[in-house]
């Protein structure tokens, strides 16, 4: 089943998210944008929080597209304890030399999430290079939260293909983008691993907002109305 992603800043709004029954604790910083890093201080201490309760994923931050800075970020994220290192790759075509940093990533058995862009459209075929390079997942996102939904991006026929791919190269898969609660059962038929959500989950649905135990119960509401009350191993 499709598992709930929340993304949340500090430990304080981690412990709303385990209260209300998110799947996957994801750390980033809202203010600074689609992909901003919180601290390794707040990463360790969200993790010491969640105790191997929940997986707890956390981004390396908005960085250039270049190998040995990513792969920098990469080592000190996984010294912080979390499960899953999401990683942006924007436009991957025209910066293939990135795929040695996530490779090495995984090779010292780091869980790399690829964040790719519904805004750069990006090819299927990235995604076989993804899994030859070692990454656990991938997932497709949007940049600018100001411009819209994914399902404004991409139709639901061409967000179906990207979960089948993914899951027939053997990549877990990730789908998020200024959600909203009406997106939610048509996406949860695509059987992604997981749906990711932040602004739905503030208060005024405000990404920048605190956490809101009342939006996130209505998430989880939606969730398992639709028959999704557990979750698939990721």
Known sequence: ???????????????????????????KEPASGALGAVSPATQKAVVRLVAKRRLVS???????????????AIE???????????????????????????????????????????EHRPYLHLLD?????GCFGVMLDTADKSAGSLCSFID??????????????????GLAGSLTTEDIVP?????????????????AGTRTAELSPQALARVRERFNNAGNTSRRAV
Request: a neutral charge; charged letters at 20%.
């Open 1 to 27: 089943m499709t598992g709930l992603l929340a993304s949340v800043a500090n430990t304080r709004e981690a412990t709303v998210a385990i209260a209300g029954g998110a799947d996957i604790i994801d750390l």
């Open 187 to 203: 996406l949860l038929a695509l059987d992604p691993d997981y749906l990711g959500f932040r602004g739905t989950l503030c208060e």
């Open 129 to 133: 290079e993804l899994a030859d390079a």
């Open 156 to 173: 639901r026929s061409s967000l179906a293909i990207f979960v089948r791919y993914a899951r027939g190269l053997g990549l877990s898969s």
């Open 58 to 72: 956390a981004t390396v931050g908005n960085l250039p597209m270049e190998a040995k800075i990513l792969s920098r």
């Open 76 to 118: 000190s994220t996984a010294r912080t304890g979390v499960d899953i290192i999401k990683v942006g790759l924007p436009h991957l075509e025209q910066h293939r030399h990135c795929l040695k940093a996530l490779s090495g990533g995984a090779e010292y058995g780091v869980r790399i999430v690829a964040v790719l862009f519904a």
